[in-house]
T-cell receptor, first 120, second 115 residues
Framework: KAGVTQTPRYLIKTRGQQVTLSCSPI?????VSWYQQTPGQGLQFLFE???????NKGNFPGRFSGRQFSNSRSEMNVSTLELGDSALYLC???????????????????FGPGTRLLVL | AQSVTQLDSHVSVSEGTPVLLRCNYS??????LFWYVQHPNKGLQLLLK??????LVKGINGFEAEFKKSETSFHLTKPSAHMSDAAEYFC?????????????FGAGTRLFVKA
């Protein structure tokens, strides 16, 4: 199976602009999560989607938003970019079905290579 | 509440010597525990996972980890380090709570391997 793919891999934007990042999960996976990774804050959870619904959200401002499509592909959007938004954005997919079956393996997340965003 | 503490921010070993990366966790629910590795400018690769089937878990590239509930630890070990093991390692707790799974990452341990 192909792994999680993220596009674009690298992006340069200026303050005030907006950006959209895309994530395609592993085939058959319906749960997608997004994380921000910075040297100062480490890995921080942004949000999680399942069946086109946001199920969990981290502690980020409303400038950060996301969505999931019927084919499980997900996008995240950051509006009014700030210098501090420069980071590696990671997407992860998991086989969680929406119903916990007792199989803890469905919690396993598989990560994409990330999109490195630089805000100037 | 859940938390993960990686006890060392940096670990340095010589090639061919054992590796020990320490992780302690706390969780209100029965968690799953994971170790991921991240090489420079790469995403996170799953090394191994504990999901209650066995307390000693074997992963890829010769790594293994032992779940010790009494010590709330999940330390990562490898008998003999290789230069290619130099990377950052993350211990992760994931548990089911209302609304879905919650994931907590440790701060990471950077492993240096000396020739």
């Amino acid at each position: 199976k192909a792994g999680v793919t993220q596009t674009p891999r690298y992006l340069i934007k200026t303050r005030g602009q907006q950006v959209t990042l895309s994530c395609s999960p592993i085939s058959g996976h319906r749960s997608v999560s997004w994380y921000q990774q910075t040297p100062g804050q480490g890995l921080q959870f942004l949000f999680e989607y399942f069946s086109e619904t946001q199920r969990n959200k981290g502690n980020f401002p409303g400038r950060f938003s996301g969505r999931q499509f019927s084919n499980s592909r997900s996008e995240m959007n950051v509006s009014t970019l700030e210098l501090g938004d420069s980071a590696l954005y990671l997407c992860a997919s998991s086989p969680y079905s929406g119903v916990f079956t007792g199989d803890l393996g469905q919690e396993t997340q598989y990560f994409g290579p990330g999109t490195r965003l630089l805000v100037l | 509440a859940q938390s993960v503490t990686q006890l060392d921010s940096h670990v340095s070993v010589s090639e061919g010597t054992p590796v020990l990366l320490r992780c302690n966790y706390s969780s209100s629910y029965s968690p799953s525990l994971f170790w991921y590795v991240q090489h420079p400018n790469k995403g996170l690769q799953l090394l191994l996972k504990y999901t209650s089937a066995a307390t000693l878990v074997k992963g890829i590239n010769g790594f293994e980890a032992e779940f010790k509930k009494s010590e709330t630890s999940f330390h990562l070990t490898k008998p003999s380090a290789h230069m290619s093991d130099a990377a950052e390692y993350f211990c992760v707790v994931r548990a089911l709570n209302t609304g879905g799974f919650k994931t907590i990452f440790g701060a990471g341990t950077r492993l240096f391997v000396k020739a």
